[in-house]
């Protein structure tokens, strides 16, 4: 991660001019998708992650069946011209990584147990990467599954959060991520203050990583508010027309 | 209790606290919070709080009366598709009322892909779902066609007391079967209208102003 | 079913095995037992059992780091390990924990890369840690932490000639450490921290917190499984792994 010769901050801003604990701008737009019970496309900057939510639907083969309880499964990718060294196309050790830790951070919020034998199936495609492409995929899902109707406890949301030249920073883009000295991905249900996805790499002390999680943490409260006005916005807007 | 109507909740949402009200569909319960589950329109009164869902599948609840299509013929009765992530049996004893001898074809009685408006009668915690045709209302629907809507549409779409629904059938002289689980039937030479009006209604559920803005299509 | 056992003692304040919430299974460490290997070690964390060799090869180096050797982590959940294991490529959870292990590895800045060049921008050794699962009885990923630092603590780099051909069993020095980095991986159980869950206990743990730390208590990988939990009971985490992974250290 570290590579100190490139400097990322010049008179305390970053090199796309923010300030250490600004994100960038964020765009949500839902019902992309049109095929799916629910979708959504999610913009930190330059980053731009696409979600697609189908279920619950049945599930075959059957032994992948829960008789308990329905399923959830999800599958993140990059599309291969997403980044700068075009990524072969299929899964790589990270996505099938990511496509992991994902599931686990959204499957705390959703009522699963209402849907024995079935699944929920999400699909998140980044088609542009530029830093925090999974908290952008998860806080994209979070929206399909609630633009799709699957009961859920409250919404998800994530953000990166980190260490630039010595200083703790808020949303880190791509060229940031990989010169850090530390980036952290941060998924939590906000309205339970309750965290469903934790990584960290890179050198940090007890006492950073507690403050850089502070941090996540007032981020994810605006950017989840950011979520619930776009779900309200869906049905205000043909309320006034 | 002051009814509150077209509050949009979502998922996550405080609603209240329980002050012994029932819980209808779509909220939870964490110690005495109640939150809602879904996006959708909070229905308060003063012994039930409940959340009518704008979006979501069809989960098959026991006394619904649905639209099916017929799957699959098989030994003991019918595999029906009722337009959920569960697939229902028509058992042959709730199919049909004279004895059958189980050597006979009963594909002479419901076929492949013929509409059946039937009621659900069985749905275990499992969600083995089991519907009847032993309903006053129940039938076999012959031509017409099917259209699919969202079934938390479809109490706007049937009206109160039927009021919507009726007002379709008596302007475009169809005859509509609307189940709810998001399916319905029509037949008539003005389907292509009350089409038309069920889409919309579909589109603009949870404004006000819909029943004129309707009555007006439909005279259009 | 003997993992509801396990969660009813739990919760009870007791283990199967009747080990403190915070105690590790004994652990044995045996350098240096695969021949062939530049480095290698045989862990057992009381019955899971792991081996990780060691392997140098020569590579080209990546185009963005010309002056830096390569490494690569790799883990084999081998089908004899366990009845959950399949022959196939690496699932989910293989993969999970081999990157985990190599963040650990890599962000701690335990070996120093920049000092495995050959020929600047052409020519670098490759580091390959290649983890095998023996026998899968819980705490799989800190298994294979501690037998990866153990094998990189036990590795030796060959010589090389003319700048390209590896001399095997003919070695210029022990590789550079710099540091140990050790994962703990921190559980919850209901309200209960513990430790180095046995296989019973991973079946009904609620959430895992794998936490890398370095010799000078620096955190530099972090990785959580399972359910969610809460924002407060980051620290206490934090501070038992920190704790805990001391004396881990010092029985390499």
Not at chain 2, 50 to 68: A, H
Not at chain 3, 27 to 43: C, N, T, Y
Not at chain 3, 188 to 214: A, F, H, M, Q, W
Request: overall charge neutral; charged content about 30%.
């Amino acid at each position: 991660m570290e590579n100190s010769k490139k400097e990322l901050l010049v008179d305390g801003k970053r090199l796309d001019g923010r300030a250490l604990d600004q994100l960038r701008p964020i765009q949500m737009k839902l019902d992309v998708v049109s095929q799916a019970d629910g979708s959504a496309e999610v913009r930190f900057g330059n980053t731009i992650a696409i979600a697609s939510v189908y279920g619950p639907r049945a599930l075959y083969p059957r032994f992948l069946q829960e008789s308990e309880t329905g399923i959830l499964r999800c599958r993140y990718n990059m599309a291969p011209f997403s980044v700068e060294d075009r990524k072969s196309p299929g899964p790589d050790r990270r996505s099938i990584e990511l496509s992991k830790v994902i599931r686990l951070a959204l499957k705390p919020a959703i009522f699963l147990e209402e849907f024995p034998k079935a699944t929920i199936d999400v699909f998140i495609e980044i088609i542009q990467g530029d830093g925090s492409t999974r908290v952008s995929g998860i806080n994209a899902a979070s929206l399909a599954l609630a633009s799709a109707g699957v009961p859920m406890r409250a919404l998800v949301t994530g953000c990166s959060v980190g260490k630039i030249d010595g200083s703790l920073v808020v949303d880190l883009t791509g060229e940031e991520d990989m010169n850090s000295e530390s980036d952290v991905a941060v998924a939590m249900i906000p309205d339970k203050n309750e965290i469903t996805l934790l990584q960290a790499d890179g050198e940090l002390t007890k006492e950073e990583l507690l403050k850089v999680l502070n941090y996540a943490r007032e981020n994810c409260l605006k950017i989840n508010e950011i979520q619930k006005k776009v779900l309200r916005d869906k049905y205000k807007t043909v309320e006034s027309e | 209790m002051v009814e509150v109507k077209r509050l949009i909740v979502l998922p996550g949402d405080f609603i209240k606290e329980r002050k012994g009200e029932k819980l209808g569909k779509n909220v939870y319960v964490e110690g005495s919070n109640v939150f809602s589950r879904v996006i959708g329109i909070l229905k308060l009164s003063e012994n039930e709080i409940e959340v009518y869902p704008l979006s979501g599948k069809y989960m098959p609840m026991v006394g619904d009366k649905v639209v099916g299509i017929v799957k699959e013929v098989e030994v003991s009765g019918w595999l029906i598709d009722i337009n959920s992530p569960y697939p229902a049996f028509l058992p042959l004893s709730e199919g049909v009322e004279s004895f059958i001898d189980s050597r006979s074809d009963l594909s002479k009685f419901f076929g492949t892909n013929d509409i059946i408006f039937c009621k659900i009668s069985r749905v275990t915690k499992n969600k083995i779902v089991q519907v009847s045709m032993r309903d006053f209302l129940a039938r076999k629907l012959y031509s017409g066609i099917i259209i699919k809507v969202s079934p938390s549409k479809i109490p706007r779409i049937i009206g109160k007391a039927g009021s919507m629904i009726n007002l379709i059938k008596n302007k475009t002289n169809c005859d509509i079967y609307t189940g709810q689980n998001g399916v319905i039937w029509i037949r008539g030479d003005e389907k292509a209208k009350a089409i038309e009006a069920i889409l919309t209604i579909e589109k603009e559920s949870h404004i006000t102003g819909l029943t004129e803005k309707i009555e007006k299509l439909l005279s259009g | 079913m003997e993992g509801k056992y396990a969660l009813e003692l739990l919760e009870r304040g007791k283990r199967i095995d009747e080990r403190a919430f915070d105690e590790f299974r004994q652990i044995e460490i045996l350098k240096g037992v695969i021949q062939k290997a530049e480095g290698s070690a045989r862990v057992k964390l009381g019955k899971t059992e792991v081996i990780a060799g060691v392997k140098i090869g020569i590579g080209t180096p990546f185009e963005d780091t010309p002056d830096e050797g390569i490494l690569v982590v790799n883990t084999e959940f081998t089908p004899l390990a366990s009845p959950d294991f399949e022959s196939g490529p690496p699932g989910e959870n293989a993969v999970e924990l081999a990157r985990i292990v190599d963040r650990a590895i890599r962000e701690s800045k335990c070996i120093d890369l920049k000092k495995l060049v050959i020929v600047p921008g052409e020519k670098v050794l490759s580091v390959f840690i290649d983890i095998h699962i023996i026998n899968h009885e819980g705490n799989l990923i800190d298994a294979a932490a501690l037998a990866s630092i153990a094998a990189l603590t036990n590795t030796r780099v060959p010589k090389v000639e003319d700048e390209k051909t590896i001399l095997r069993g003919q070695y210029e020095k022990d590789l550079p450490l710099l540091y140990k980095p050790i994962t703990v991986s921190v559980c919850k159980v209901g309200k209960n921290l513990l430790l180095d869950p046995n296989l019973n206990e991973e079946d009904v743990l609620d959430s895992k917190l794998t936490i890398g730390i370095r010799d000078d208590d620096k955190i530099c990988a972090l990785q959580k499984q399972g359910k969610a939990f809460k924002f407060e009971e980051v620290e206490k985490m934090l501070d038992l792994a920190i704790e805990k992974s001391k004396i881990l250290r010092s029985l390499l």
